[in-house]
């Protein structure tokens, strides 16, 4: 089976989604540009087609209002977009990060390309963390990501990763995403998105905070029945028989990494907790949730439904506390 994951390199241990090529830390811009397949442009061309006509080979025609991109490496082709569209390079994305890493404590981990190229991100460490309890290290990331087939705005995240499990979840505060977002529409400027993102300390503390009002509030099991049938199942009203419930393997398999399967379960942040309860989704989406392969599920994690249901888990369970 064709990966989605053209190539991709990270650094320290192995990373949550259990792909790529190992570096050694601190390793310059352009040796991640290599590494990582991302030392290639988006090259553009206009659309041409081929109408029949009395010769054998047709006749040759343009459509001004599309263009081909393709990468200069392979000459493969990417999309085939309208003339406003624009692009953001890979170059670009790695860039994004050398004022960050050079000046402001961060340090890249792992960045790749999907889909061939049409996709591609990069995830730096920011150098902060908090250890919920005293044992639950939980660590804070940026994620930029892009694309150039239209699936994906040029969006940058503050993510979470729990170190225990390798969990992700995006920095939310008052049930709204901290990220940017830049459609291709517009020009994508770095430093704006900087400053729009307001990275800094506080924004951290209160999203860390609310993950810690969750490792303190304790569930009764109606409520861990409600809160996964909820969730996984779309249920207005918990049932007593959730076999007949739609998704009901997988509600069955985020019960049993609560209930002590899930890595990190059996911490006292965890269990009988809100907080249990959102990493055993966090861990179900990005671990074990079926896909066709691990770079299938990883750009599900970051980018597509499995996204889409934990933000859906982490209101959910900011709800419990409210």
């Known amino acids: 089976m064709a990966h989605l994951i053209e190539q991709m390199a990270y650094v320290g241990d ?12 601190h390793q310059p811009l352009e040796v991640w540009r290599q590494q990582a397949g991302m030392d290639w442009h988006i090259e ?14 047709g006749s040759i025609h343009s459509f001004p209002e599309q263009k081909v991109l393709y990468r200069s490496d392979t000459r493969a082709p990417l999309s085939v977009v309208s003339q406003r569209y624009k692009v953001v390079q890979p170059e670009e994305v790695l860039e994004f990060y050398r004022d960050l890493t050079e000046y402001a404590g961060y340090e890249l981990e792992t960045a790749g390309v999907l889909k061939g190229g049409r996709k591609f991100w990069a995830l730096a460490r920011s150098g902060l963390g908090t250890a919920l309890k005293g044992q639950d290290q939980v660590n804070a990331y940026l994620l930029l990501a892009t694309s150039c087939d239209g699936s ?10 729990r170190v225990v499990c390798n969990n992700t979840l995006t920095i939310a505060v008052d049930g709204m995403s901290q990220g940017v977002k830049v459609p291709h529409s517009t020009e994508f400027n770095p430093q704006r998105v900087k400053q729009q993102l307001g990275i800094s300390v506080s924004q951290w503390d ?3 905070y609310r993950m810690k009002t969750l490792a303190e509030r304790k569930v009764s099991q109606e409520e861990v029945k409600c809160y996964f ?6 249920a207005e009203t918990p049932l007593d028989d959730p076999s007949k419930l739609p ?25 009988g907790s809100a907080w249990g309860l959102l990493n055993a989704i966090t861990e179900y989406v990005d671990h074990e949730r079926r896909a ?13 439904q499995g996204a889409s249901l934990k933000d859906k888990a982490l209101e959910s369970a900011m709800a419990l506390v409210a």
């Not at 994906?152 to 979470?160: F, G, R």
């Not at 066709?292 to 597509?304: E, I, K, L």
Request: aromatic share 10%; hydrophobic share 35%; net charge positive.
């Open 14 to 25: 192995t990373p949550w989604h259990g792909l790529g090529q190992q570096l050694s830390r």
């Open 44 to 57: 553009e061309s206009p659309v041409r087609f081929i109408a029949d006509g009395v010769g054998h080979l």
């Open 152 to 161: 994906l705005a040029t969006v940058a995240t503050p993510t979470s990763v």
């Open 206 to 208: 209160n999203f860390m």
């Open 229 to 234: 049938q909820s969730v996984i199942c779309n």
């Open 247 to 271: 998704n009901y393997r997988a509600l069955n398999r985020v019960q049993k990494l609560y209930h002590g399967e899930g890595r990190g379960s059996q911490l006292c942040t965890a269990q």
């Open 292 to 304: 066709r392969s691990n770079d299938y599920r990883m750009d599900s994690a970051w980018f597509g």
